[in-house]
């Protein structure tokens, strides 16, 4: 059963894996990680098929849960993977406070599924883990955001529990109690 687990370097193949799932699909590198991390670092493929490039991703993912870099405009988050044993199959992350962008266009939590692995439940138990995720830092109502055209994420958020609060900028706008 996949678990959410803190980015670690065992996982590089799969996360690069992960990474040609999505180049395949026609799918940004972005939807990967989201926010890769604070620090102004250009993190290609090939930085990351090298053992310090990934090494370095995986520090700084760690270190952004309380050390943001204040030329950074990104708030303390959380990035964790969606795994089971070496499979690399989604990510989220949890942002620990809103900023006025976050508050408009992104909220609290962000996740993907890789291409390969959607369809099959993936999205919603990764979005409920985070809620738990969520809770345990004391936040008590996340928002939650998707595309206004994302059905499937539409649909994934409605299955946590989201209220929609309205439209902005084509973003819908979900409320989810964590606890």
Not at 7 to 34: C, H, I, K, R
Not at 56 to 66: G, I, K
Not at 145 to 160: L, M, P, V, Y
């Amino acid at each position: 059963m996949p678990t959410l687990t803190d980015p670690d370097v065992t996982y590089q193949a799969a996360f690069l894996s992960s990474w040609d799932d999505f180049a395949a699909a026609g799918e940004e590198a972005d939807q990967l990680m989201g926010a890769w991390s604070s620090r102004n670092i250009d993190y290609t493929r090939d930085l990351l098929a090298t053992e310090d490039g990934f090494t370095m991703l995986v520090a700084d993912l760690l270190s952004d849960r309380s050390e943001i870099p204040e030329s950074s405009s990104m708030v303390p988050h959380s990035a964790l993977w969606w795994v089971e044993g070496d499979r690399w199959i989604g990510r989220t992350s949890i942002r620990h406070e809103l900023n006025g962008f976050l508050l408009e266009m992104g909220g609290h939590i962000g996740y993907s599924v890789r291409p390969g692995e959607r369809g099959k439940g993936h999205a919603t138990a990764i979005l409920a883990a985070s809620l738990a995720y969520a809770a345990g830092l004391g936040i008590e109502e996340v928002l939650v955001t998707c595309s206004d055209d994302n059905i499937a994420s539409r649909r994934t958020i409605e299955a946590n529990g989201g209220a929609l609060e309205d439209e902005r900028h084509g973003r819908l706008r979900y409320w989810i109690a964590t606890a």
